[in-house]
């Protein structure tokens, strides 16, 4: 079965940068779209980057516009999330998901990782 694994997080100052990797396992996964998501404490999981499984199409939130970037390496089965300009509101647990078909913004794919602490100190 398809299994993800999240690796990168951790604590920076704001405006430091970090890379999130997913590594993939147990599918093709040139066949799966991916997706990062968030969630903070106390709050609901939420959209942050995805991409099709060419990176033809990536799709971001407004809140990481412009400062992240989703991207994939399909020889690797490994997706990236660079985050650059760091700010105290990205701290949250960052996941990454997997699902075949088309690109979604909400929640309903169909594999997910463990997670991955981000915190940002101001």
């Known amino acids: 079965q398809v299994q993800l694994v999240e690796s990168g997080g951790g604590l920076v100052q704001a405006g430091d940068s970090l890379r999130l990797s997913c590594a993939f396992s147990g599918g093709t996964f040139s066949t799966y779209t991916m997706g990062w998501f968030r969630q903070a404490p106390g709050e609901e999981r939420v959209f942050v980057a995805a991409t099709t499984w060419s990176a033809q199409t990536t799709r971001y939130s407004d809140s990481v516009k412009g400062r992240f970037t989703i991207s994939r390496d399909n020889a690797k089965n490994t997706a990236y999330l660079q985050m650059n300009s760091l700010k105290p509101e990205d701290t949250a647990v960052y996941y990454c998901?997997?699902?075949?078909?088309?690109?979604?913004?909400?929640?309903?794919?169909?594999?997910w990782g463990q997670g991955t602490q981000v915190t940002v100190a101001s």
């Open positions: 998901a997997a699902k075949q078909g088309f690109l979604i913004l909400d929640t309903a794919y169909d594999h």
